[in-house]
T-cell receptor, first 116, second 114 residues
Framework: SQQGEEDPQALSIQEGENATMNCSYKTSINNLQWYRQNSGRGLVHLIL?????REKHSGRLRVTLDTSKKSSSLLITASRAADTASYFCATDQSFHLIQGAQKLVFGQGTRLTINP | DGGITQSPKYLFRKEGQNVTLSCEQNLNHDAMYWYRQDPGQGLRLIYYSQIVNDFQKGDIAEGYSVSREKKESFPLTVTSAQKNPTAFYLC?????????????FGQGTRLTVV
């Protein structure tokens, strides 16, 4: 079953505008991560936010986490054409009794298009 | 250069044939993962492994098999029992850590049934 569900499924905005994507999940998590995927390529890690953190910044990226609502958002400010990609959230779920063992589960993704 | 390598990039399989996708990492990561991605869709977990000689089924393991004989390698075999294997396959690895760590992905293998 998919843990993270992104919203919207697709987003198209003008260059320079801000883009906001949301992710909801169902179970308790250790952390939540956001990844980017260019068409036909592997995923690249963007940012990780731990369950005891509420907000995190990295360059033009801002991530929030609300564990009470089981949701996260990714904000990309001052978007550029090069930001066009699919964005996925992923959650770490512990498995086994092996310390640190984690099952990494991804959502369906948001396809972001930045129009020049 | 450290990284995770998948091969081949493109693979064609005939009906009823088993094929094996390679995934190798030199990042000294403990955990490795295989995902399947269909067009316009998210990633679905096939198998994952935390340590050598141990692996667990993910959400869509039927028709697939894996082995983890070495820390660096986690090959995926798509068997003839997988009725719809045409997809993009992604391998990932990450360190274990109670605080969570980022995953590194290979560039993927695109498998097509001919």
């Amino acid at each position: 079953s998919q843990q993270g569900e992104e919203d919207p499924q697709a987003l198209s905005i003008q260059e320079g505008e801000n883009a906001t994507m949301n992710c909801s999940y169902k179970t308790s998590i250790n952390n939540l991560q956001w990844y980017r995927q260019n068409s036909g390529r592997g995923l690249v890690h963007l940012i990780l936010i731990r369950s005891n953190e509420r907000e995190k910044h990295s360059g033009r990226l801002r991530v929030t986490l609300d564990t009470s609502k089981k949701s996260s958002s990714l904000l990309i400010t001052a978007s550029r054409a090069a930001d066009t990609a699919s964005y996925f959230c992923a959650t770490d779920q512990s498995f086994h009794l092996i310390q640190g063992a984690q099952k990494l589960v991804f959502g369906q993704g948001t396809r972001l298009t930045i129009n020049p | 250069d450290g990284g995770i390598t998948q091969s081949p990039k493109y693979l064609f399989r005939k009906e009823g044939q088993n094929v094996t996708l390679s995934c190798e990492q030199n990042l000294n990561h403990d955990a490795m993962y295989w995902y399947r991605q269909d067009p316009g869709q998210g990633l679905r977990l096939i198998y994952y492994s935390q340590i050598v000689n141990d692996f667990q089924k993910g959400d869509i393991a039927e028709g697939y098999s894996v082995s983890r004989e070495k820390k660096e390698s986690f090959p995926l075999t798509v068997t003839s029992a997988q009725k719809n294997p045409t997809a993009f396959y992604l391998c990932a690895s990450k360190n274990s850590g109670t605080g969570g760590t980022e995953a590194f992905f290979g560039q993927g293998t695109r498998l097509t049934v001919v």
